[in-house]
């Protein structure tokens, strides 16, 4: 027995002398950033391809220089399950992982939900593509790259007058849904300061049967249908709009432009347009090489390849998951540091140009943005269509 604790001994000793030469070379020194997502739930396809563009930043540049030593950057993912009453106990998680900086949501309510939890440990987050103002309002912390509703909500007035000709709307949102409830009031506003009129309805929660609502619609003379909803709805939406047989335009922001809504609608006669963040066919040169390089990786694993839909259409969101990563990382080397205070300074002063344009934050934390881009499924391909860069009026 004594000769195994002396081997013990001397294994472990050998162990602590090694580690010790790790020191300054970077494999003992790690820096963790936050991944604040939804894999399941209403928004789960979303928040999986707005996780692959971050793992797909992380598979480019995986290290940082701080201070004169090289760290590891290591992806601390949490499900927040598309719940806002779930979404506190991910971000503890991500607390309890001691992470430096987090990222995300797909989401205004979980992000706006988990907030005060990141504020209390004093850990900054970048906002993906949350584009509801109450994320960065009244704090210091909360930071996005993404636009916000107030100017989604007047892009998509402004597309429904110009291409439709539109006097009356539909709009159709979900009860106690930040994002949906606030896009459809921004809408509604935008709308009829353009002279327009519009009926409105809400749905609650676990609502699956959206045949009455179309209805109405239909019975309103609307002349567009917007429906700022997540996946989850849009799929029910576009297939009970395709029985019903609906010829009104369905407009919807950037929750719609994903896989999930080109399958739905793919062999329709629906006309279905949405407003987003970042276009496949961006030619810039940074544009095209992400997305020539994106899709490779893609294609070369399966589950990847899977959690994007079963295919390599490139999402906005995940343009602006990998935008939000490198932007974390412009924060660390600004900062030089792993402490989360230092980053949070630092990220007040960031500019990165990015896939997406060029990021820099006002004096609370938003991106300056002033254009979305609009485009059209083409059902009879499930393609999306580039239509137009839209900005106001």
Not at 158 to 182: C, H, M, P, Q, R
Not at 285 to 305: M, R
Request: with cysteine; net charge negative.
């Amino acid at each position: 027995m004594k000769k195994i604790a002396s081997i013990v001994l001397i294994l472990c000793m050998v162990t602590v002398m090694f580690a010790g030469c790790g020191q300054g070379t970077g494999s003992g020194n790690v820096i963790k950033i936050g991944v604040f997502e939804p894999s399941s739930g209403d928004n789960g396809a979303g928040g999986k391809q707005e996780v692959l563009g971050i793992e797909y930043a992380h598979s480019k540049v995986n290290t940082v220089e701080i201070d004169g030593k090289t760290y590891k950057i290591q992806l601390e993912i949490v499900d927040n399950e598309s719940s806002n009453d779930k979404a506190p106990s991910a971000a503890a998680k991500l607390v309890s992982a001691k992470c430096s900086v987090v990222l995300g949501s797909y989401g205004s309510g979980v992000s706006i939900a988990a907030s005060d939890v990141f504020a209390s440990a004093g850990i900054p987050v970048i906002g993906i593509s949350c584009t509801n103002p109450q994320v960065t309002e009244g704090n210091t912390h909360y930071f996005r790259i993404c636009y916000l509703d107030p100017f989604q909500g007047t892009v998509l007035a402004n597309f429904a007058v110009d291409e439709f000709k539109a006097k009356k709307a539909y709009i159709l949102t979900k009860l106690g849904d930040d994002y949906s409830v606030g896009l459809g009031n921004y809408f509604k506003k935008a709308f009829e300061a353009l002279g327009g009129t519009v009926v409105e309805e809400s749905f609650q929660e676990g609502n699956s049967d959206f045949t009455a609502y179309l209805t109405t619609a239909v019975n309103s003379g609307a002349e567009v249908i917007f429906a700022p909803t997540s996946t989850e709805a849009a799929s029910l939406i576009i297939n009970q709009a395709k029985s019903q047989g609906i010829n009104i335009p369905l407009l919807a922001g950037d929750t719609w432009d994903s896989s999930v809504i080109l399958e739905a609608a793919k062999g329709s006669n629906l006309e279905i347009c949405v407003s987003t963040f970042f276009d496949e066919g961006d030619d810039s040169a940074l544009g095209s090489e992400f997305v020539k390089g994106f899709k490779q990786w893609l294609n070369s694993d399966s589950t990847k390849l899977q959690n994007n839909g079963g295919n390599d259409i490139v999402a906005a969101v995940s343009a602006l998951g990998y935008d939000a990563y490198m932007v974390a990382l412009e924060a660390i080397k600004a900062a030089n540091s792993t402490d989360s205070k230092k980053i949070n300074e630092a990220l007040w002063g960031v500019k990165y140009t990015g896939v997406t344009g060029s990021i820099a934050f006002d004096e609370i934390g938003d991106a300056i943005r002033d254009v979305a881009y609009i485009k059209r499924v083409n059902p009879s391909n499930g393609s999306w269509e580039f239509v137009a860069i839209q900005s106001v009026k």
